[in-house]
Every structure is written in C-alpha cells, then in structure tokens.
C-alpha cells in the first residue's frame, strides 16, 4: 500500500533554517506531481508549494510569506522543501500529498497525504 511519509521536523528557533521531507513508501507508485500544504493552529490548510515529479516545473503558493525551495529525488522517491529564515507564523503541520495524474494534480485532487509533521518556530 502506499503511503507517504514526512520526516525532519521539529522546533526551530526564529530565523532559523528546516529541511523537510516526503517519502514515498509501499509500492510502485510515480505521482505526476506532489505539493507541500500547511495547516496553522487554528487555521485552515493552504498550500505553500508544488512540484512536477517527472519533468520540470515548480510553483509556490505565496513566496512573500514564506523563503523556500522545493526539490526532488526521483530514484529515491523523496521530494523535499528546504525553508529559510523561518517566522513564528510559520508554525504549522506541515503534509505532503502526491496526484497520481495531471487532471488530478491541475485540479488539487491528490490521491496520497502524509500524515503531517509539526514545525514550530519559537525561541
């Protein structure tokens, strides 16, 4: 069965740097693209930022708010974001999600979520 797997959160203090991960697990399975979203406490879900799994293309949802990068490890099936110069607003669970098609992937159906990992920015 297949299942993501988020990884390499954790506290960090303000102005600090964290290296999420998602891991594809269970089987043979390639997305044709797989987004980061977020969820603050007490706020809904948004998303912060997208990549294609087998070709190029990365989007974000708000890169005002937030200093990442997205990046991919096709032959390992980890996708990751890098986050720079984190804020308390970025406290959040962070999840992966994959979509196993582009009509799936273009209308933010994903078939696959994370469980979710907690981020906090404090010091």
């Known amino acids: 069965q297949v299942r993501l797997v988020e990884s390499g959160g954790g506290r960090v203090q303000p102005g600090g740097s964290l290296r999420l991960s998602c891991t594809i697990t269970g089987g043979t399975f390639s997305p044709y693209g797989m987004s980061w979203f977020r969820q603050p406490p007490g706020k809904e879900r948004e998303f912060v930022a997208t990549?294609?799994?087998?070709?190029?293309?990365?989007w974000f949802g708000n890169p005002e708010k937030l200093r990442a990068t997205i990046g991919k490890d096709v032959p390992r099936n980890i996708m990751w974001i890098e986050m720079e110069d984190l804020k308390p607003e970025d406290t959040a669970v962070y999840y992966c999600?994959?979509?196993?098609?582009?009509?799936?992937?273009?209308?933010?159906?994903?078939?696959?979520w994370g469980q979710g990992i907690q981020v906090t920015v404090s010091s």
């Open positions: 999600a994959a979509a196993s098609s582009s009509d799936n992937y273009f209308t933010r159906q994903y078939d696959y």
């Open positions: 990549i294609i799994w087998q070709g190029a293309g990365t």
